[in-house]
């Protein structure tokens, strides 16, 4: 099979302070991460495309001074929310494709945001 | 204009019975993928099935099936036999360029789907 874990599965913090979220893949190497923003009874909107070393590409509209994205191995993803405030409270998904199987995308379970 | 058009904000269906969920796609490429996942409330997604263009059945995975008419540019899901746990929203998806790992999915908004007794 092919696991992608994320951490934490929910974090509620106070309006500026920054939050980082991990990625990872258990059990496979993934040499890209992708990252998907969710608000409520809405679609998964695409905020960034992460590789392994170098450096992430995003999506128009997404602040990348924001949203930190770093990809430092060939299983781990993170993204920083820097400042947050209570607009970036939402729902945050990676996935990854694995390696030779590129009709396949595994999404991590996902992590709730709620900045107060 | 929208890649992935799912016009079914909500269908409601009884155990048992089979039922259809709506997806038409827009791309200009001959080589994409088109995806169907199922996110029930934990916000898990679930992959359900994929469907490539260039194949030639329609995918089948267990109680789903992907009603792939290239011409119409639509790719509906079947669920036969609904069950209560099929209760969630549903997702269509397209990657373009398949062959290549690094191309991200392209979501619908989605289709709540409530099977009841």
């Known amino acids: 099979g092919a696991v992608v874990s994320q951490h934490p599965s929910w974090v509620i913090c106070k309006s500026g302070t920054s939050v980082k979220i991990e990625c990872r893949s258990l059990?496979?190497?993934?040499?890209?991460m992708f990252w998907y923003r969710q608000f409520p009874k809405q679609s998964l909107m695409l905020m960034a495309t992460?590789?392994?070393?170098?450096?992430?590409?995003?999506e128009q509209g997404v602040e990348k001074d924001k949203f930190l994205i770093n990809h430092a191995s060939l299983t781990l993803s993170t993204l920083t929310v820097t400042s947050a405030h209570p607009e970036d409270s939402s729902f945050y998904i990676c996935?990854?494709?694995?390696?030779?199987?590129?009709?396949?995308?595994?999404f991590g379970p996902g992590t709730r945001l709620t900045v107060l | 204009a929208q890649k992935i058009t799912q016009t079914q904000p909500g269908m409601f269906v009884q155990e048992k019975e089979a039922v259809t969920l709506d997806c038409t796609y827009d791309?200009?490429?001959?080589?994409?993928?088109l995806f169907w996942y199922k996110q029930p409330s934990s916000g898990e997604m679930i992959f359900l099935i994929y469907?490539?263009?260039?194949?030639?059945q329609n995918a089948t995975e267990g109680r789903y099936s992907l009603n792939f008419q290239k011409a119409r540019k639509s790719a509906n899901l079947v669920i036969s036999a609904s069950q209560l746990g099929d209760s969630a929203m549903y997702f269509c998806a397209m990657r373009e360029t398949p062959n290549q790992a690094g191309t991200a999915l392209i979501f619908g908004k989605g289709t709540t789907l409530s099977v009841s007794s």
């Open positions: 992460s590789n392994e070393g170098s450096k992430a590409t995003y």
């Open positions: 996935s990854a494709s694995k390696q030779g199987f590129p009709d396949t995308q595994y």
């Open positions: 469907q490539g263009s260039y194949d030639e």
């Open positions: 791309t200009s490429d001959q080589s994409y993928g």
């Open positions: 059990d496979f190497q993934a040499t890209t």
